[in-house]
């Protein structure tokens, strides 16, 4: 009976703990969701729960990421997410389905600005992951989708990873099949595209 007593006390102090422990939620598409992967386990959001407690950073990582997500959806949904696990950093990973359908760019940014909007005044801090389109849409269109992620990130003087892809675009052997999304080994790399501006951010 004593050894019962003492592991619900065990599992009650790692569920206080957990509850207690500051949220980072990433808040993407299929990118961040895992597509395509055998397992979530082996995507860069679950890489990134492992590297913060190896270091000792006592944070919970929330996936919000849903598989072809736009920023429009993205916008429809933030606010539950908000609510729901009241973060301290908001990683936001959209745009590439934006992008990938054409859609107008002044609409993504107005809603990439609301979802800013609605995090900062809940209190969190925004990270924002750049990405980039083929050149076939056009230079036009490609500029301008592109310059979205700088600009929000000046006028709001948030921290920006350029360009999520960095060192995996163009990598047939770090690509599924699909040329969209990076493959098990790509994932290790898109967590380093990111850890260097995640990681001022935190605290122990």
Partial sequence: MRRLFF???????SVSAQAEAPVILVFGDSISAGYGL???ELGWVELLKTRLKMQGYGYQVINASVSGETTAGGLARLPRALGLHHPKIVILELGGNDGLRALPVP?????????????????AKVLLLGMRIPP??????????????GDLARADKL????????HIALQPEL????????NVKGQPILL??????????LRK
């Fill in 38 to 40: 055998a397992r979530v």
């Fill in 192 to 201: 380093d595209n990111v850890w260097p501006v995640l990681q001022p951010m």
């Fill in 159 to 166: 921290p920006l990873v350029p360009f999520l892809m960095d």
């Fill in 175 to 182: 690509m599924q099949a699909d040329d969209i999304h990076p």
């Fill in 7 to 13: 592991l619900l006390a065990l599992l009650l102090t």
């Fill in 136 to 149: 076939n849409y056009g230079p036009q269109y490609t500029s301008q989708f592109e310059a979205v992620y």
């Fill in 107 to 123: 609409q993504m940014r107005d809603n990439f600005a609301q979802m800013i909007d609605l995090s900062t005044n809940e209190g």
